[in-house]
């Protein structure tokens, strides 16, 4: 299974990267500034192919970008 590309509503475009039964990568191509991000695929359905770009479109609407670093509180010893 190979990684496919699409473009989202706003044009940017996106590979899908398959990296598991549970999580697929949209790495962003091209002219596309944003930072990747971690999907959970449908449970019907494992190959990114199969999709339309609207379920695609769904996935990446659902990801989650880049975990921001936690501060350490002022109020912990």
Request: glycine share 10%; net charge negative.
């Amino acid at each position: 299974m190979g990684d496919r590309r699409f473009a989202d509503t706003e044009g940017r475009r996106w590979d899908v990267v398959v990296r598991g039964r549970s999580e697929w990568v949209f790495e962003p191509v091209e002219d596309n500034p944003g930072p990747a991000r971690t999907g959970v695929p449908p449970g019907y359905e494992r190959d990114p192919f199969e999709l339309s770009i609207e379920e695609l479109q769904l996935v990446l609407d659902a990801a989650k970008g880049p975990r921001a670093p936690r501060k350490k509180s002022p109020f912990a010893d």
